[in-house]
């Protein structure tokens, strides 16, 4: 291979689950549970410090982070219902977060305000994991953008064409444009 070139980017499903357990940042938990103070929704905030166990989530997994509640879906709803002990939760992340420090804190992040009792996701949910973890941006995140180009090549759609002026243009981003790169009309 020549100096000019790049190696071809390996696919998140070749990337190998680490010998290592998932590290823990234990300065995001304490962040997290300071912003979660008065959070009702956070119901399991008391305990959660305690609960949660970090896996590795299998390579062939099409999501970055996951978070498990042990207890039954019933079990769980009762014990949210009563405000108690959720019982283990595991958080699965992906391989691929170790090459990305940011996109791993923002991932844990995600998931632990899940386990915290903050299960759907929200604005509310959205805005404290951004204050605590904020994401990297597409530019600069060479995951994000493997990610994304991953999407777009298994995209049904590869190019955009304007139905007024006729311009056609190749597809970069996930969301489908609202105007014209060209007339600039909408859509």
């Not at 998932?22 to 995001?28: A, C, I, N, S, T």
């Not at 996109?103 to 805005?127: C, I, K, R």
Request: glycine share 4%; charged share 25%.
């Amino acid at each position: 291979m020549g100096d000019n070139q790049e190696a071809a980017p390996i696919a998140l499903e070749e990337i190998p689950i680490p010998h290592h357990e998932p590290y823990l940042p234990l300065d995001l938990v304490e962040s997290a549970l300071r912003i979660l103070s008065g959070v009702t929704d956070a119901v399991f905030r008391p305990w959660i410090s305690d609960r949660i166990t970090l896996i590795w989530l299998e390579n062939e997994s099409q999501r970055l982070g996951m978070t498990r509640f042990e207890e039954g879906p019933n079990e769980l709803a009762r014990r949210r219902r009563l405000r108690i002990d959720p019982g283990e939760v595991t958080i699965g992340l992906h391989p691929a977060l170790l090459e990305d420090e940011r996109l791993y804190n923002h991932t844990f992040v995600h998931e632990f305000l899940h386990a915290a009792g903050l299960t759907a996701h929200s604005s509310q949910h959205d805005e404290l994991t951004q204050s605590v973890a904020p994401s990297p941006s597409m530019k600069n995140s060479r995951l994000l953008q493997r990610i994304r180009d991953s999407v777009l090549g298994n995209a049904r759609v590869q190019e955009w064409k304007c139905n007024t002026c006729g311009y056609e243009w190749k597809r970069t981003t996930v969301r489908r444009p609202t105007r014209c790169h060209k007339c600039a009309r909408p859509l």
